[in-house]
């Protein structure tokens, strides 16, 4: 399975449970609303087909690199999940 | 008095200077997750889990991850591994969201099959003066299965 054919699986029904949990979060205590609600909006915006489209036009190179031993780390929270 | 506000400014300051951290390419996190498996004739529909996670960061978007927990009510372990890409500011150390695929298992009969399975993550570090706190969320789907499952946690990333 090729990177592209995985994100597009993972933006369908995995991005759709994780953003009724979040839901779910904020339903449960209307304090928690307004972070629900941003981080659902920002979630959407990432399965957003235009922005995998930009992200998907980043993955070839990246895979060059990673292949010829250019490591370029970075510090995402989401690695943790 | 002047000193106890001194160490909390102190505190405070250190800790805004520590929000951007340099990236390293590898990490570890203690964990504890609510989890929700959706199978509704499931023996195990959720629980409570401890454990550790890991990432190598290679690129810019691409990272390996994986975790091995233990089911503190069910009383089991599980695993996963597999890679994840960052679908968000790749340099917005606070909040992003990684798009990936992972191989879950585990010895516990009622959390078979082991399988691929895509999913969805999203970490978020809300406090600015603490940055190894980290809050997650992710989804996933069994490709075998046709089954979902969710988790909800916090991550303690460790000093190395």
């Known amino acids: 399975m090729d990177l592209l054919t995985l994100l597009g699986l993972a933006a369908g029904r995995p991005a759709d449970r994780v953003i009724s949990l979040i839901d779910a979060a904020g339903n449960a205590d209307p304090q928690l609303r307004p972070e629900a609600d941003n981080i659902i909006a920002q979630l959407r915006s990432a399965v957003d087909p235009a922005n995998l489209a930009n992200v998907f036009a980043a993955l070839p190179a990246e895979v060059k690199n990673i292949l010829s031993g250019i490591i370029d780390p970075r510090n995402h929270p989401s690695d943790f999940a | ?160």
């Open chain 2, 1 to 160: 008095m002047r000193c106890i506000l001194a160490a909390v400014l102190l505190s405070l300051l250190t800790g805004a200077a520590q929000a951007q951290t340099p990236p390293r390419v590898f990490g570890g996190a203690v964990s504890l997750n609510g989890i929700w498996f959706d199978d509704p004739e499931a023996e195990v529909r959720n629980d409570l889990e401890a454990g550790l996670n890991a990432r190598a960061s290679l690129s810019p978007h691409i990272s390996l991850v994986g975790s091995g927990v233990y089911g503190i009510r069910n009383k089991y372990f599980r695993y996963s591994a597999g890679v994840r890409v960052t679908a968000t500011d790749v340099d917005n150390q606070a909040f992003s969201v990684g798009l990936g695929l992972q191989y879950r298992g585990s010895g516990y009969y009622e959390l078979k099959p082991d399988e691929w399975a895509p999913d969805a993550s999203v970490g978020w570090r809300p406090w600015p003066q603490l940055p190894d706190v980290v809050l997650v969320a992710q989804g996933w789907y069994g490709i075998e299965s046709d089954k979902a499952g969710a988790l909800a946690g916090i991550r303690y990333v460790l000093p190395f």
